[in-house]
């Protein structure tokens, strides 16, 4: 039977034989070039080594996935958390967020993320994985001092949300293409990022109504302008960093099609993701 038979036989019965590899055509270049320098006697040692990429362990795609998983159960933990902490403060009366419709939003923040959390763990024992546990003492969300007033000031206490908001944004966008091999889990994280987003827009919008550490000159929209955090302090910045982007795939948005498109508003209409290592440096300071 051929090699290239064989391929196909195993995809009949496992579709994502290819997103293990690196994709059906460079799969079966990389494999027409080996058998060409070997012997044919190698082919079914070279054949096996093409499977255990695909299927081996430690590293197994399922390994991978449940590795990002506790990745984004890390940032939902530090999320809920952080919304649980500043809630109570506000039923305790040191933190003011007014009653209505912000305290409802807080509050309604708080429970998404709580969801989150136990969503995450479920899914992570279901794939044979140890989900990560954190508890209120496991988070300084002053940030080793940067913010000391954070649930008795509520200006700052927004700015604080927008920060993980936007973060938790970009960090999924920047985790999905590793979750390829699972399609329903790629599913519900892309479904807990677009929840994310509209989260990060709810809080500046809360920002915008009621100002506070904004720099002059800077205006909290809803969408993140260049790399402008609208909350006036470095400790954030690395959160916003890489957002001024005006091309994509290449191309320049500015003035595109001979429309007036401003490297503002190039920047606005696309999120930029970030990678494990950068979010990691981002939140360290906000663990105890």
Known sequence: ???????????????????????????????AKFSGKVAIAALPI??????????????????AITDVLNFALTL??????????????AMGGTLAIPAGAPLMAIQKIRDHEIAHVNFLKTAITSLGGTPVAFTA??????????????FTDYALFLAVAQTFEDTGVRAYKGQAGNLIGNHDVLTAALNIHSVEARH?????????????????????????????????????????????????????????????ISANAASEA??????????????TPFFA
Do not use: C
């Open 1 to 31: 039977m051929k090699i290239e038979n064989i391929i196909n036989e195993i995809e009949s019965v496992d579709p994502e034989i290819y997103q293990r590899l690196d994709g059906r055509r460079s799969a079966m270049k990389s494999f």
């Open 270 to 283: 696309f999120d930029e993701p970030l990678t494990k290592d950068q979010v990691v440096a981002i939140v």
């Open 200 to 260: 990060a827009a709810h809080i500046r919008q809360m920002r915008s109504a009621n100002g506070g550490l904004i720099p002059a000159g800077v205006t909290v929209k809803p969408w993140i302008t260049l790399n402008q955090s609208g909350i006036g302090s470095s400790a954030v910045q690395a959160s916003y960093n890489g957002e001024e982007a005006i091309a994509q795939a290449g191309v320049n948005i500015v003035n595109i099609g001979g429309f007036m």
């Open 137 to 150: 003492a496991s988070f300084d969300f002053t940030a080793k001092g940067n913010f000391t007033s954070v």
């Open 76 to 89: 939902e933990y530090l999320e809920s958390e952080f919304y649980k902490a500043g809630y109570a403060a």
């Open 46 to 63: 070279a054949f096996g080594s093409m499977l255990n990429k695909a299927y081996g362990s430690p590293s197994s795609p399922k390994d």
